[in-house]
Structures are given as C-alpha cells and as structure tokens.
C-alpha cells in the first residue's frame, strides 16, 4: 500500500527544470571586483589586498550562484524564481528569442502588472499567459535559456 503523498509525488513528475545561473562572462566581472579591492587594500597591508580580493570574489560569486532563479514545470505546478502557480491557471506560452523582439516585449509592449523573472546573461525570454480570474497578472515574463523547450513543456497538456 502507498501513502496518499506518494501517489501525489509519482502524478507531479518534472517536465522542464532550468536553472539560471550566471553566464561565464559575469566571472569577469567578480574577477574585476576583486581587482578593484586589491587595489584599495594593497596600499594598507598586501596580505590584506589579496585576502580582500578573494573574499570578493568568492562572495559575489557565491551569492550570484546561490540566488539564480530556477524554473520547475511538472505535470501539476509551474515554479519561476520564488512564485508558483497550478498548470491549470497557464494559458498560451510564447518564447522569444529575437533581441528586437524581446526588447520590445520587455520594454514597450510590458505590461506593469505582469510578474518578471529577468537575468542579465539570459537572453531569451519566454511569455507565460495567466488565465485564473482571480489574479490580476496578465501573463509572467522570465529568461530562459531555452525557451522552446519550456514552452513546449507548458504548451503540452
């Protein structure tokens, strides 16, 4: 016999999962940070530059690394960043991988009560429509690095 939560876990399998970490090239700049406090603290003592710079770096990495925003779609729920909703409330998915479309999608077409998931070293983005008559969110916006997939797997039912 299996309990009722088990049941529950084997029906919400994950179709999509996406994390949002930063791209390679953010490493130059916690590698420029570091540099930048080298240079302010290798006057005072250089010990103390080198130390400082790689606690810069470590730090801003970590904190870069741990903050990025995951994005989860099983079969019952769809988690962005720190919101989640029920499958049942997602409408039509669009992705956009265009930079002309998807400055335009972040900028004038936006609308302000849409719920955001922007990372600067994410390019493409994928519009996620909210269809529960009770939340005013027109749609979410997120980065994605593969927005056909997720679409795909949102678009799926």
């Known amino acids: 016999m299996t309990s009722p939560t088990t049941d529950r876990e084997a029906q919400n399998t994950v179709l999509y999962q996406e994390r949002l970490n930063p791209a390679w090239w953010m490493w130059l700049l916690f590698i420029g940070f570091g540099l930048t406090v080298l240079i ?3 006057p ?7 130390l400082g710079a790689v606690l810069a770096v470590v730090t801003t990495a970590g904190i870069s690394y741990s903050r990025a925003p995951r994005i989860v779609v099983t079969s019952e729920e769809l988690q962005v960043g720190r919101a989640r909703i029920e499958r049942r409330y997602v409408g039509t998915v ?18 302000a009560r849409a719920y955001m998931n922007f990372s600067a070293s994410v390019g493409p983005i994928c519009r996620i429509e909210i269809v529960d008559p009770v939340d005013p969110t027109p749609y979410w916006l997120t980065s994605t690095r593969h927005p056909r997939e997720l ?7």
């Open 40 to 42: 302010a603290l290798y």
């Open 151 to 157: 679409a795909e797997a949102l678009n799926a039912d």
């Open 44 to 50: 005072i003592a250089p010990w103390l530059g080198v």
């Open 94 to 111: 669009e992705s956009f991988t265009n930079p002309d479309e998807v400055r335009a999608v972040r900028g004038p077409q936006l609308n």
